[in-house]
């Protein structure tokens, strides 16, 4: 899949990111997003198997309109059955600052089917692979993730193969909010599980 321009502004670029992509050259073999939109400066991260909403900076200063706590909305598939909703509120390991950090996330289940839910998770911080490592802490890790992955060895039949995890909606404190919808191989899966369920609750 491409990268698609969400919004084009003086001072940023919205992009909506495929999964399978760096926000910036990392020197592996992944496709570079900073160099896709023309060498622009990512003002924060998404992990290479996450796909979604990215800003980039357009100028020196741009990182400001990521202050006062933007609203970061993700959505997910997870194993097991989580309850209506929550609060993770626990420290996450820092490598580069040598301490643990506060992290908080919220979600509320959006679907119950079977053997996953599907969550829509809010952000309060931005730890490294929080959302991932809140999720496997619950005991609820995301599907499709290899690295944070609890006792979930198996695969999820007919899942795509990629981390179950879209960064779907982003609000600055200015004001100016962009969403971008599941793409297609979430959306077609999502839909396939509830067809599923609704089939068996029958």
């Known amino acids: 899949m491409e990268p698609r321009i969400v919004a084009d502004f003086d001072d940023i670029v919205v992009v909506d990111k495929p999964a399978g992509w760096v926000v910036h050259d990392a020197g592996g073999d992944a496709p570079d997003l900073g160099a896709w939109v023309g060498g622009l400066a990512p003002l924060h991260r998404l992990d290479r198997g996450t796909s979604g909403l990215v800003v980039y900076g357009r100028r020196a200063g741009a990182s400001k309109v990521l202050e006062g706590a933007p609203l970061k909305a993700y959505l997910a598939l997870v194993w097991g059955r989580t309850r209506p909703k929550g609060i993770v509120r626990r420290r996450l390991s820092d490598a580069r600052?040598?301490?643990?950090?506060?992290?908080?996330?919220?979600?509320?289940?959006?679907?119950?089917?079977?053997?996953?839910?599907?969550?829509?998770?809010?952000?309060?911080?931005?730890?490294?692979?929080?959302?991932?490592r809140h999720m496997e802490g619950l005991g609820h890790p995301v599907v499709g993730d290899g690295r944070y992955r609890g006792r979930r060895l198996?695969?999820?039949?007919?899942?795509?193969?990629?981390?179950?995890?879209?960064?779907?909606?982003?609000?600055?404190?200015d004001g100016r909010s962009f969403e971008a919808p599941l793409p297609a191989e979430l959306a077609e899966h999502l839909a396939r599980l509830r067809e599923d369920a609704g089939d068996r609750a029958t």
Do not use: C, F, M, N
Not at 109 to 127: H, I, N
Not at 157 to 173: D, I, M, N, S, V
């Open 97 to 132: 600052r040598g301490r643990p950090l506060d992290a908080v996330t919220r979600y509320r289940t959006v679907a119950s089917l079977d053997q996953v839910s599907y969550l829509r998770l809010r952000l309060e911080t931005g730890r490294k692979h929080q959302i991932r």
């Open 154 to 173: 198996r695969k999820l039949p007919g899942a795509p193969e990629r981390l179950w995890l879209h960064a779907g909606q982003l609000t600055l404190a």
